[in-house]
């Protein structure tokens, strides 16, 4: 028996029209950055070029997740794009590693190597940076649902404070002539955005590969379905995410020998529990009689178990 929500998706126009927005002003402070880089003699700037390219991929890879999750289901994919969102949002969170790990180097390369800077391009081009990357962040905060949203903004979020840190890195450095500064400021950007990336693929992996959803624990999903009038036992429950918003759950239920109608009765019951105290809004729930066990997950009558065994004897 099967129990299906109906599916999400009111926002989805809101969230393409804000991804949209947000890669063609990505795309515009690219080519700033680029262009005042070279002018400037700057490699920080054209480091915050290159680095804001990988924002803008960051951002088209969710749009594109957001239009495949928005797909509906076929015969060839019956659950849908879901975790499309999730693909994304792991390769974000990777490249985004990669970046951190990059800046780190780069900047103890620095530390021991100073390169003069033109502090006050950095400022200016910095703070048009922050103006934008700020409003980014703020609009995906609003439209940030699920795990492919949520790593879109932090990579915003933390481009905003990076960009902010250039912006003061520049002053200090027009204060004080210590260019120093510049590298020791990436560095704590960079562990900044290593741990807020390492959350992110600790949970796409635990969704990729089908785990128990963070902060659900099968021992009180089994105890509340016990508690059902008319559940017996429950054996062979699986919990996992379909996509970061959607959850699912498997299982066997022993109820007594009654008729369908009845079963049904308790079936409606099960389903309000599990989706009103654990968000869950698929379930493939296998009704079993009193008189049969569970074999391996393989469902068995009792007088069939008992036959073989008087078979197999005899065999002896």
Same mark, same amino acid.
């Given at each position: 028996?099967?129990?299906? *929500?109906?599916?999400?998706?009111?926002?989805?126009?809101?969230?393409?029209?804000?991804?949209?927005?947000?890669?063609?002003?990505?795309?515009?402070?690219?080519?700033?950055?680029?262009?005042?880089?070279?002018?400037?003699?700057?490699?920080?700037?054209?480091?915050? /070029?290159?680095?804001?390219? /990988?924002?803008?991929?960051?951002?088209?890879?969710?749009?594109?997740?957001?239009?495949?999750?928005?797909?509906? *289901?076929? %015969? *060839?994919?019956?659950?849908?794009? %879901?975790?499309?969102?999730?693909?994304?949002?792991?390769?974000?969170?990777?490249?985004?590693?990669?970046?951190?790990?990059?800046?780190?180097?780069?900047?103890?390369?620095?530390?021991?190597?100073?390169?003069?800077?033109?502090?006050?391009?950095?400022?200016?081009?910095?703070?048009?940076?922050?103006?934008?990357?700020?409003?980014?962040?703020?609009?995906?905060?609003?439209?940030?649902?699920?795990?492919?949203?949520?790593?879109?903004?932090?990579?915003?979020?933390?481009?905003?404070?990076?960009?902010?840190?250039?912006?003061?890195?520049?002053?200090?450095?027009?204060?004080?002539?210590?260019?120093?500064?510049?590298?020791?400021?990436?560095?704590?950007?960079?562990?900044?955005?290593?741990?807020?990336?390492?959350?992110?693929?600790?949970?796409?992996?635990?969704?990729?590969?089908?785990?128990?959803?963070?902060?659900?624990?099968?021992? %009180?999903?089994?105890?509340?379905?016990?508690?059902?009038?008319?559940?017996?036992?429950?054996?062979?429950?699986?919990?996992?995410?379909?996509?970061?918003?959607?959850?699912?759950?498997?299982?066997?239920?022993?109820?007594?020998?009654?008729?369908? /109608?009845?079963?049904?009765?308790?079936?409606?019951?099960?389903?309000? =529990?599990?989706?009103? %105290?654990?968000?869950?809004?698929?379930?493939?729930?296998?009704?079993?009689?009193?008189?049969?066990?569970?074999?391996?997950?393989?469902?068995?009558?009792?007088? =069939?178990?008992?036959?073989?065994?008087?078979?197999?004897?005899?065999?002896?």
């Amino acid at each position: 028996m099967h129990f299906h *929500a109906a599916p999400a998706g009111k926002h989805a126009h809101k969230t393409t029209l804000v991804l949209r927005i947000s890669l063609v002003a990505t795309l515009a402070y690219v080519v700033i950055t680029f262009v005042a880089g070279l002018r400037a003699h700057s490699l920080a700037l054209l480091s915050e /070029s290159g680095h804001n390219v /990988s924002d803008f991929l960051a951002l088209l890879l969710s749009f594109a997740a957001v239009y495949f999750q928005s797909r509906p *289901a076929d %015969q *060839a994919r019956t659950f849908g794009y %879901q975790r499309a969102g999730v693909i994304a949002a792991f390769i974000n969170a990777a490249a985004l590693i990669a970046i951190s790990l990059w800046i780190g180097v780069e900047a103890v390369h620095r530390l021991s190597v100073p390169v003069t800077v033109e502090p006050r391009t950095m400022m200016i081009v910095a703070g048009i940076g922050v103006a934008m990357n700020g409003v980014i962040a703020a609009l995906l905060w609003g439209v940030a649902r699920d795990v492919n949203l949520r790593s879109a903004f932090l990579h915003m979020a933390g481009d905003t404070l990076s960009t902010a840190a250039v912006i003061a890195g520049g002053a200090c450095i027009l204060l004080t002539g210590r260019d120093w500064i510049d590298p020791a400021l990436s560095l704590l950007i960079a562990a900044l955005i290593l741990w807020s990336s390492v959350g992110i693929v600790r949970e796409t992996m635990n969704i990729l590969l089908e785990g128990t959803p963070r902060g659900v624990s099968l021992l %009180q999903i089994r105890c509340v379905m016990e508690a059902v009038e008319g559940v017996v036992n429950v054996h062979d429950l699986h919990v996992w995410c379909l996509g970061s918003q959607s959850r699912a759950l498997a299982c066997h239920v022993t109820i007594a020998d009654i008729p369908p /109608s009845a079963s049904a009765g308790i079936l409606l019951r099960l389903n309000n =529990e599990l989706r009103a %105290q654990f968000e869950i809004s698929h379930t493939t729930i296998q009704f079993e009689h009193i008189g049969c066990e569970a074999l391996e997950g393989c469902v068995t009558p009792l007088e =069939e178990t008992a036959s073989r065994h008087v078979h197999h004897g005899h065999g002896h």
